[in-house]
């Protein structure tokens, strides 16, 4: 585990880290942990804070949500911004005058302000959707002043504490550096770069951007080997500075009755859930079930994103809303649900007859490691993360080839041998990716950003 000695150049008395009795603070940002859905993101967030305070360090969250000068205040306009998101405070304000107010606001130093634990907010809404933190610090509109900064400047925007943690891990590429502390920042993947059709990232701006990150970061952390070959591949920096940890899962106990809550059986139907974006390769998917003609329907889980309404033109409907034949028979074949919350969620995918997750490109792939530790049958891809992920405990396809992603889905509904073998190996594949040997992995992260 965590070495107890440890040393760091002197400095001023502002600007040395501050270890806690048995660990270490350590700082992680709230970006994507404060959008009302969540992403992936948000899960790995979850995921390291819960991991790091396992192993004895004190979490501290780092947002863009709105304070108050009243700490009493600040505590309730955090939480209401926490779920209905951040406002603009210039909205009121004509456009050449909004824009204006925004580039003078980038300039502005807004401290960070710790939103106190009164006890008179009801906190345990948000249980699922925010760690336990030892304290949360806000500065109104940080990120969106930290991207501005950066577009105009060039530079990571500083920010500043009192007394900094010793290690501030940025779960996310943001423009924005904590002075005085140990900076890393986790790379998940280069989707905007290795399918650069596949996202609305400005692609020259993202590659400024990551090239900043690199140049100042203490460390870059990733979550898989194949995320690690392209890093090095497109990033100007000695291998030993890009560290692979994987990631874990969150705790989450399925909801009972997952199949029950929507009137299905416990394996009578497939599933996928994620994004329904291009990356994800729902249209293929769509049209290799149609194929498939498998004997129970698919159910769909997913917010529409980015070029939703192309991954899932087989179900559009045709000139003066007449429904194509492709729409008719998804109508009867496909169940779809925009969000569910995390518990149900995971109860649905212990039900399922197997999860189809067959995505152009993963720097990791959570639902594929979900679905294994659940025992539940995988088909996925051999593209980026995925093999490595699922090893020989799930069945690999190519996922452009829409013929092979129908074969796999007839496998799958028809080998009850095959679907009882993936259930087996499947816990035993997701183990690699446990809590200890994640702690194991942050562990000697942090010793060797910290020695």
């Known amino acids: 585990m965590f070495r107890s000695r440890w040393r760091l150049p002197p400095g001023p008395a502002r600007s040395r880290p501050v270890p806690v009795k048995g660990g270490l603070r350590v700082g992680i940002d709230g970006f994507n942990m404060a959008m009302p859905d969540g992403t992936g993101v948000a899960t790995y967030g979850v995921a390291l804070a819960e991991a790091l305070r396992a192993m004895g360090h004190r979490v501290e969250g780092v947002f863009g949500l709105p304070g108050a000068a009243d700490p009493a205040m600040r505590e309730v306009m955090f939480f209401e911004a926490l ?5 603009d405070r210039h909205a009121w304000m004509p456009g050449p005058l909004r824009a204006a107010a925004h580039r003078i606001d980038t300039y502005v130093r807004r401290p960070l302000q710790p939103v106190p634990e009164t006890g008179r907010v009801e906190r345990r809404p948000f249980v699922n959707r925010l760690p336990a933190l030892g304290a949360i610090w806000t500065a109104h509109g940080l990120f969106a002043r930290a991207d501005r900064y950066f577009r105009r400047t060039r530079r990571l925007m500083p920010v500043r504490l009192a007394r900094p943690p010793a290690v501030m891990h940025w779960t996310y590429p943001l423009p924005i550096r904590m002075v005085g502390a140990k900076n890393l920042y986790t790379v998940h993947d280069l989707v905007p770069l290795r399918l650069p059709y596949a996202t609305l990232d400005r692609k020259r701006a993202y590659r400024r951007l990551l090239n900043a990150v690199a140049a100042h970061a203490d460390a870059i952390v990733t979550v898989s080997e194949a995320s690690r070959r392209d890093l090095l591949d497109w990033l100007d920096l000695p291998a030993e500075r890009i560290h692979n940890t994987y990631q874990a899962l969150p705790d989450t106990i399925p909801a009972s009755g997952g199949a029950e809550v929507f009137g299905l059986h416990r394996g009578g139907y497939f599933l996928y859930f994620g994004a329904v974006e291009p990356k994800k390769n729902v249209g293929r998917l769509l ?12 159910v769909l889980v997913g917010a529409r994103a980015w070029a939703a309404e192309r991954e899932l033109r087989l179900a559009g409907g045709g000139e003066g809303g007449v429904l194509s034949p492709y729409a008719r028979r998804l109508a009867r074949r496909v169940i779809r649900l925009d969000y569910l919350p995390r518990r149900l969620l995971m109860g649905l995918v212990r039900d399922a007859r197997a999860v189809l997750f067959p995505s152009l490109y993963e720097g990791f792939g959570l639902p594929v490691l979900e679905a294994m530790r659940l025992g539940t049958p995988v088909l996925t891809s051999t593209a980026g993360s995925l093999p490595e ?12 080839d829409v013929s092979a ?3 796999g889905i007839v496998r799958l509904d028809r080998d009850d041998a095959l679907r009882a073998d993936l259930s087996h190996r499947g816990p035993a594949q997701a183990e690699l990716f446990s809590a200890e040997r994640y702690w194991a992995r942050l562990s000697d992260l942090y010793d060797k950003v910290l020695a």
């Not at 779920?83 to 406002?87: A, I, S, T």
């Open 405 to 407: 992603l129908a074969a």
């Open 389 to 400: 992920v699922a090893g020989d405990a799930a069945l690999l396809v190519d996922p452009y």
């Open 83 to 87: 779920e209905r998101g951040l406002p």
């Open 287 to 298: 049209e290799a079930f149609l194929a498939a003609d498998a004997s129970v329907p698919l």
